[in-house]
């Protein structure tokens, strides 16, 4: 893996590079995980993809839902998908290949719609999930292990505790409506009891196949998300 902030320009060479970027959040997760979860979890699946150049990561994200929690930064779809597009276009001036890896749920209709926009210009650019099949939704057991494995010094575990875990299509119209808070005071969607950083190494690890995978087929869909 090599990495675009450490290195020097007369590193890179152009036409030849895959570039691995990945897109996070600042919002909260909770009374137990730090602020930047999202692009924690996804600097670490892009770090291990295999043949790209790993980039700084782009940390900020659309979080709105989020807002009525104190430390949440959002700077909104439409910025997010503007940034987005600026970016595929200034990088693909030299990078053969941008994926955009998102850790963050809420990102993804800005990513959708940039990556669709940079494809219609002929940009090869594409963009896949963090995703755990079955996972819970938000600060529960499942990003909780993903942290305990990935940085456990920044776990407050004592301070982990259960929110609504009702399912997240029963969720949705209030979270839409009215945001996080309206469903979980504590900002917790799921349940982290039961966390551990064993479950956490194998749900990255999982990730990780998944993901490279999708990057060795390089197929996206008509979102640009790889497959």
Not at 150 to 153: E, G, L, N, V, Y
């Given at each position: 893996?090599?990495?675009?902030?450490?290195?020097?320009?007369s590193d890179?060479?152009?036409?030849?590079d895959?570039?691995a970027?990945p897109?996070?959040?600042?919002?909260q997760h909770?009374?137990?995980?730090?602020?930047?979860t999202?692009?924690?979890?996804?600097?670490?699946?892009?770090?291990?993809?295999?043949g790209?150049?790993?980039?700084?990561?782009?940390?900020y994200?659309?979080?709105?839902?989020?807002?009525?929690?104190?430390?949440?930064?959002?700077?909104?779809?439409?910025?997010?998908?503007?940034?987005l597009?600026?970016?595929?276009?200034s990088?693909?001036?030299?990078?053969?290949?941008?994926?955009?890896?998102?850790?963050h749920?809420?990102?993804?209709?800005?990513?959708?719609?940039a990556v669709r926009?940079l494809?219609f210009?002929?940009?090869?650019?594409v963009w896949l999930p963090?995703a755990?099949?079955?996972?819970d939704?938000?600060?529960g057991?499942?990003e909780?292990s993903l942290?305990?494995h990935?940085?456990?010094?920044r776990?407050?575990?004592?301070?982990?505790?259960?929110?609504?875990?009702?399912?997240?299509?029963q969720l949705?119209p209030?979270?839409?409506?009215e945001?996080?808070?309206?469903?979980?005071?504590?900002g917790?969607?799921g349940?982290?009891t039961g966390?551990n950083?064993?479950?956490?190494?194998?749900?990255?690890?999982?990730m990780?196949v998944?993901?490279?995978?999708?990057?060795?087929?390089?197929?996206?869909?008509?979102?640009?998300?790889?497959?």
């Open positions: 893996m090599s990495n675009l902030g450490s290195s020097v320009w890179r060479r152009n036409g030849t895959t570039l970027v897109v996070g959040s600042v919002e909770g009374p137990h995980l730090p602020l930047d999202d692009t924690t979890i996804a600097v670490a699946v892009a770090a291990q993809l295999t790209t150049v790993l980039a700084p990561a782009i940390a994200g659309a979080s709105g839902e989020h807002e009525d929690f104190p430390g949440t930064v959002s700077i909104g779809a439409a910025a997010l998908e503007s940034v597009i600026e970016y595929g276009r990088s693909c001036r030299w990078a053969a290949r941008v994926l955009f890896v998102n850790g749920g809420g990102n993804a209709q800005s990513i959708a719609n926009q494809r210009e002929a940009r090869d650019v963090c755990v099949p079955g996972g939704a938000h600060a057991r499942t909780t942290l305990l990935i940085a456990p010094d776990v407050r575990l004592h301070r982990a505790e259960p929110g609504n875990t009702d399912p997240m299509a949705l209030t979270l839409r409506a945001g996080v808070r309206a469903c979980s005071p504590n917790v969607l349940d982290p966390a950083a064993h479950e956490g190494e194998q749900l990255l690890a999982a990780v998944r993901s490279n995978s999708a990057v060795a087929r390089w197929k996206p869909d008509s979102d640009g998300m790889l497959t």
